[in-house]
């Protein structure tokens, strides 16, 4: 499986962003899919997940309320509509896939919010 992450950019704060992520390959209804990110001088961590069949979705606290993820069967795509930006949401945003564990990741698409 392979990912190609896209959507990123410079944004004001309170802007929107919509990140994609395009899996390549037929088994992506098989995977659960995530989100993660990676602000600079910290560690990667976990932001949205959603089931394989998209029927559960789960969200760090800090994003609840303001990010969605979703994806789309058809297009072999996974989405993360990011609302409400804030400074503390700067970072290199990364999608994931695996059936169990994240085995496949992405490159990496940067998102910067300025205030």
């Known amino acids: 499986v392979q990912l190609q992450a896209s959507g990123g950019g410079l944004v004001q704060a309170g802007g929107s962003l919509r990140l994609s992520c395009a899996a390549s390959g037929r088994t992506f209804s098989r995977y659960r899919m995530g989100w993660f990110r990676q602000a600079p001088g910290k560690e990667r961590e976990f932001v949205a997940a959603i089931s394989a069949n998209g029927g559960n979705t789960y969200y760090t606290d800090s994003v609840k309320g303001r990010f969605t993820i979703s994806r789309d069967s058809a297009k072999n795509t996974v989405y993360l509509q990011m609302n409400s930006l804030k400074p503390e949401d700067t970072a290199v945003y990364y999608c994931?896939?695996?059936?169990?564990?994240?085995?496949?990741w992405g490159q990496g698409t940067l998102v910067t919010v300025s205030s």
């Open positions: 994931a896939s695996g059936m169990s564990n994240y085995d496949y």
